[in-house]
Each structure stands twice: as structure tokens, then as C-alpha cells.
């Protein structure tokens, strides 16, 4: 059986745009598709481990908009049960993506709008909610106060706390202290610590440097070359899956972080969740869209079985 996952984050509606390339400045240039969907790191994240087979709440500010009509349109098939402060005196948010044509890499604006406004009493308004969840899950896109006192209520009530520290930012070694994870990507790890992550060697010493500033487990997430865990007992490198042909990498890290803490709702191992994390992670880049490409629990569980 698995507990309850809360997730404090953000809902965008992603504009993505695909082209050759992105234009220099005062230049306008044909690109070749677009789409409007569903995006936000913690709303991803809500979907991706609902889609794993968690239970997920998901707290956040939207605005009352079609861009919000949009959020609960996906979460409602995904099973996230939605946590919601409405602000009509602001807007949904909304992301510009852009994709490059012959890699699938991304480049990425955020645009919060209200859910620029969550607070602490956000925060606290959902208390109960958060001390009573088996995960807590956020990251950097709401403003860090909030997250820090979302962090500080879980691990008060006995949540395994995963921070997924994106984008990039300053985190107070305080803040570090109270999660059992931290979940960066390579870009995220040299934000934090100052050491760049070019290579596994590299992904080890970034992990030592955010256990030292408190993190119980550090995961780093290296794309293409899987994911590095590093706690006190154990430094494993775990191998990425390949599922198929890359089609978009956004939303890669999401869709690892979802995974994961679904597995670790259920009690799996830290290490075979991050495996699991990576199998969900390989599924979502052969797929277009963010929280469309969220993968479901037997497709996960399909991949781990082929190795």
C-alpha cells in the first residue's frame, strides 16, 4: 500500500515552439510546430507520480482563467487530488519552450503569475495535509520561503522530504539539512555547490558537497547518463533506460522525480526507486509534451522488467 504524496509547486500552461534554432535578437524566424499544454515543474511532478501509481495532492495558486480550466483538465484524469488557492486578482502561469529541431533540447521561460504568490500561510493552511504525508515533494519555482516551510512542516510530521532544487538557486544549507533528498540536474549541482558536473566523477563530488551541507541522499539526475545516489552508506550509479527514439527531453526531470517519490510512497528502496525514477525518466523523453509524456505505472514497471 502505498501513503499519501503531497507536492507544493507550480501549474503553466507550456507554449512550446519547435525550430532549426531560437532567433538572435530583433530577428523573427519561421519555426516548424507549436503546442499548448499543461507544464509547471510541481504540477509534472503531481501527474507523473499519480500516472506511478501515487496519491497525490498537489498545492498551488492559480488564477481564474482558461489557462486554469487547463490544470484541472489534467489533473483529473492523473488522479491528483488538487490543493488550490484561486487569485483572481492575477493569472495562471504560463512557460515559453523552445525545442530544437534536430536534438530535442530545450530552452525554457517561466512565467509564474500566481502561483508567484504562494506564501507561508499557504503553506500552513495545509498543514495537516503536509505532516500527515508518507513523501513531501517541492522545488524552486514558488518562492523559497514557502518551500522552506513546506519542507520544515513534513519533516516535523515524519515525511521523507524530496527537494528538487530547479531551477537553479542559492538554498540556505538550513533548508538543505531538512530533506532526506535533493534531486539536481547537472546545471542545478554547480548552482548549489559551485563544483561543475561534467562526469560521474564529477556527479560523486557535487553529491559529497550537498551531503556536507546536510542532505541525507543526494541524486543527481545526468540526462543521458542516468542518475548518480550518494548517501552515508552507499554511492551507486544507476544506468539510464533506453525506451525508444528521443523526441523532447522537457520534462525528463520531472517525470524521474514523480516516479520516484511514488516508489518511495510505497517502500521501495531508495536505490530501485531511483532506478524506477530513471525507467519513467527514458519512457517521457520518446514522447512530446511535459505532462502528456508522464508514463503509467505497467509501462514503468514493462521497462524495468526488460532491463
Not at 30 to 36: D, E, I, T, Y
Not at 251 to 274: H, I, M, T
Amino acid at each position: 500500500m502505498s501513503g499519501t504524496i503531497v507536492i507544493l509547486g507550480i501549474f503553466v500552461a507550456d507554449t512550446s515552439y519547435r525550430a532549426e534554432r531560437q532567433p538572435r535578437m530583433g530577428e523573427t524566424i519561421l519555426g516548424k510546430s507549436f503546442a499548448l499544454g499543461p507544464g509547471g515543474k510541481g504540477s509534472n511532478q503531481s501527474v507523473a507520480a499519480a500516472m506511478a501509481g501515487g496519491k497525490v495532492h498537489f498545492i498551488t495558486r492559480l488564477g481564474c482563467d482558461p489557462f486554469a480550466d487547463m490544470a484541472r483538465a489534467i489533473w483529473e484524469p492523473a488522479g491528483v487530488v488538487p490543493e488550490v488557492t484561486e487569485d483572481p486578482d492575477s493569472y495562471t502561469g504560463a512557460a515559453y519552450i523552445f525545442i530544437e529541431d534536430g536534438t530535442g533540447n530545450n530552452a525554457i521561460i517561466v512565467s509564474p503569475g500566481a502561483a508567484a504568490n504562494i506564501s507561508v500561510a499557504d503553506v500552513e493552511r495545509h498543514a495537516g495535509l503536509i505532516g500527515g504525508a508518507v513523501v513531501f515533494v517541492t522545488q524552486l519555482e514558488q518562492p523559497l520561503p514557502a518551500a522552506h516551510r513546506g519542507l520544515e512542516i513534513a519533516r516535523a510530521g515524519g515525511a521523507v522530504t524530496i527537494l528538487n532544487p530547479a531551477p537553479a538557486a542559492a538554498i540556505p544549507a538550513e533548508m538543505v539539512a531538512l530533506c532526506d533528498y535533493v534531486t539536481p540536474n547537472e546545471s542545478e549541482a554547480e548552482g548549489i555547490t559551485g563544483l561543475p558536473v561534467t562526469s560521474v566523477e564529477d556527479a560523486v563530488n557535487a553529491a559529497k558537497a550537498l551531503r556536507a551541507m546536510g542532505a541525507g541522499a543526494a541524486i543527481l539526475t545526468l540526462g543521458e547518463n542516468g542518475a548518480l545516489y550518494h548517501d552515508a552508506e552507499r554511492t551507486v550509479h544507476v544506468p539510464p533506460f533506453s525506451a525508444g527514439p528521443v523526441v523532447e527531453t522537457t520534462g525528463a526531470g520531472d517525470a524521474f522525480n514523480g516516479a520516484f517519490a511514488a516508489a518511495l510512497s510505497r517502500g521501495v528502496d531508495p536505490v530501485e526507486a531511483v532506478r524506477f525514477g530513471c525507467a519513467g525518466a527514458g519512457i517521457s523523453v520518446t514522447r512530446p509534451g511535459t505532462a502528456a509524456s508522464m508514463p503509467k505505472l505497467a509501462e514503468i514497471e514493462a521497462l524495468l522488467a526488460r532491463g
